[in-house]
């Protein structure tokens, strides 16, 4: 099995955060959104892929609650190995056909040679150290925006933590990284 065979393995799937959001209620903690990601490998709708491709792109379905209302945000990252590590490289996703946020089963086919990297997203790279792959990027969306990136992937979790500040003040993000768990199907 390849590194990025591996890396896909602890990736995909549907995670959610509801076991730190008991932690945290618990604990009298900060309260984070409810939140959940669709990982989903999706090769199988990309036209025209070379046929050595090497890389996987996977859509990336996010989903967070917060006083009742949800928020959806999708992204389409290709993974490829690079060395040792794995790359993460964010592209442009298009719109779903109902113009809503794309998922897997709405997602159409895309063609490999209309596919766009996002020039704003700064490539994300992933190590392995000790069973747990850790990673991220800083980029900057503009002259006073900048996104932060940090995640550490393992079997028991998926650790995110992103921030985007404006002219160094934070105006996104948690002191906390959002812990997912594999959700039960």
């Not at 009298?28 to 036209?47: F, M, W, Y």
């Not at 046929?51 to 989903?63: I, K, M, Q, R, T």
């Amino acid at each position: 099995m390849s590194r990025l065979d591996e890396f896909l393995r602890l990736l995909c799937g549907r995670f959610d955060n509801t076991r730190q959001l008991e932690e945290l209620r618990r604990s009298g903690s900060p309260a984070l959104p409810l939140a959940e990601h669709v990982n989903t490998v999706c090769n199988d709708k990309i036209d025209g892929l070379p046929a050595d491709f090497a890389g996987a792109f996977v859509l990336e379905e996010s989903y967070y609650t917060t006083e009742g209302k949800t928020h959806a945000s999708p992204h389409l990252f290709l993974f490829t190995e690079e060395g040792e590590a794995v790359k993460l490289t964010s592209y442009q996703l298009p719109k779903a056909a109902d113009g809503g946020a794309a998922t897997y089963e709405t997602l159409p086919p895309l063609k490999w040679e209309d596919l766009e990297i996002s020039e704003k997203f700064t490539p994300a790279l992933y190590t392995l150290h000790d069973g747990v792959w850790e990673g991220g990027s800083v980029s900057m969306f503009s002259p006073v925006l900048k996104f932060t990136l940090y995640e550490r992937f393992s079997q028991e979790s998926l650790e995110v933590a992103e921030t985007m500040e404006v002219n160094g003040k934070r105006t996104f993000g948690y002191d906390v990284p959002i812990v997912y768990r594999r959700a039960a199907d």
